[in-house]
């Protein structure tokens, strides 16, 4: 079975600044092909797994500098693409970063996170013009946002249609019961998750649950959430991202795998699970 992973992280606080790790102790370490090579020891050998390198927020100015440093680990790692940051927010400004980007064969999208933003921030007039910059560079866009701001990602998308737009993480639902079950955010969430859906350039990321919750989640407790992704976008605009290591720095990369491939094993055929393990990435970032 072959496996894109769409949002894997790599980082090395040695060799670029990441200063949002500084609060997250645990991670505040080397990620790169070692450490991979130990996470996913643990993942069946039926399965072949290639990535989509996701920036893992070195700073802004080193944006370049990041691709650089993973284009050179994709000679000894499976690394099919890249996905990098750009400062969609200058708008028409952003053309000089997105031609820098492009430049380098394996960058595929660009990823400018509003999870931390102001409501509108995402669809003000200069973003939407820097996504319309990115869209006629024929890039795609990963949208990392918290719940509350779903409505801003489906305003996004119906602004500039020509947009590939993935939504990260499912747009990071409240997982407030036990074991990440649904809590009472849950109804508001579905509602905002499926705007986003009606939007037809818009996909969702199967990814990040259990780095929304504790590290005692249960298949039990994250199953609604994977049920109303499918539900809402259909088997055709899914694809599964690991977030490694954000998500499940350690043996959880195959936990996480383990556990998505037995969701969509009851939900969907064996076709259809192919499909959102691995063809529907391929369209949506390679195609």
């Given at each position: 079975?072959?496996?894109?992973?769409?949002?894997?992280?790599?980082?090395?606080?040695?060799?670029?600044?990441?200063?949002?790790?500084i609060?997250?102790?645990?991670?505040?370490?080397?990620?790169?092909?070692?450490?991979?090579?130990?996470?996913?020891?643990?993942?069946?050998?039926d399965?072949?797994?290639?990535?989509i390198?996701?920036?893992?927020?070195?700073?802004?100015?080193?944006?370049?500098?990041?691709?650089?440093?993973?284009?050179?680990?994709?000679?000894?790692?499976?690394?099919?693409?890249?996905?990098?940051?750009?400062?969609?927010?200058?708008?028409?400004?952003?053309?000089?970063?997105?031609?820098?980007?492009?430049?380098?064969?394996?960058?595929?999208?660009?990823?400018?996170?509003?999870?931390?933003?102001?409501?509108?921030?995402g669809?003000?007039?200069?973003?939407?013009?820097?996504?319309?910059?990115?869209?006629?560079?024929?890039?795609?866009?990963?949208?990392?946002?918290?719940?509350?701001?779903?409505?801003?990602?489906?305003?996004?998308?119906r602004?500039?249609?020509?947009?590939?737009?993935?939504?990260?993480?499912?747009?990071?639902?409240?997982?407030?019961?036990?074991?990440?079950?649904?809590?009472?955010?849950?109804?508001?969430?579905?509602?905002?998750?499926?705007?986003?859906?009606?939007?037809?350039?818009?996909?969702?990321?199967?990814s990040?649950?259990?780095?929304?919750?504790?590290?005692?989640?249960?298949?039990?407790?994250?199953?609604?959430?994977?049920?109303?992704?499918?539900?809402?976008?259909?088997?055709?605009?899914?694809?599964?991202?690991?977030?490694?290591?954000?998500?499940?720095?350690?043996?959880?990369?195959?936990?996480?795998?383990?556990?998505?491939?037995?969701?969509?094993?009851?939900?969907?055929?064996?076709?259809?699970?192919?499909?959102?393990?691995?063809?529907?990435?391929?369209?949506?970032?390679?195609?």
């Amino acid at each position: 079975m072959k496996v894109l992973d769409t949002h894997l992280h790599l980082w090395d606080p040695s060799v670029l600044r990441y200063d949002w790790l500084i609060d997250v102790p645990p991670l505040h370490r080397p990620f790169a092909a070692r450490e991979l090579a130990e996470a996913t020891a643990d993942v069946p050998t039926d399965v072949s797994l290639k990535y989509i390198f996701m920036q893992a927020g070195a700073a802004d100015e080193q944006a370049l500098a990041e691709v650089d440093w993973v284009s050179g680990l994709a000679e000894h790692l499976p690394i099919a693409g890249i996905i990098a940051f750009a400062p969609v927010e200058l708008g028409a400004g952003v053309g000089t970063h997105l031609d820098a980007l492009r430049e380098h064969s394996l960058v595929r999208g660009v990823r400018r996170m509003t999870q931390d933003e102001a409501p509108g921030f995402g669809v003000s007039d200069a973003f939407i013009a820097g996504a319309r910059a990115v869209a006629s560079a024929g890039l795609t866009f990963d949208a990392c946002v918290r719940s509350h701001l779903l409505g801003d990602v489906a305003a996004l998308a119906r602004a500039v249609p020509a947009l590939p737009i993935m939504l990260d993480h499912l747009g990071k639902p409240p997982l407030e019961g036990p074991g990440g079950a649904p809590g009472e955010g849950f109804a508001r969430w579905q509602s905002s998750l499926q705007a986003c859906a009606d939007e037809p350039n818009v996909w969702v990321k199967l990814s990040g649950l259990p780095g929304e919750t504790t590290p005692d989640w249960t298949p039990e407790g994250l199953t609604p959430f994977m049920d109303a992704a499918l539900s809402a976008f259909g088997p055709d605009r899914c694809v599964f991202g690991s977030d490694w290591p954000a998500s499940s720095p350690s043996s959880g990369y195959a936990r996480w795998l383990a556990f998505v491939r037995a969701w969509l094993a009851s939900r969907v055929d064996a076709d259809t699970a192919d499909c959102v393990l691995w063809h529907n990435a391929e369209r949506f970032y390679l195609g």
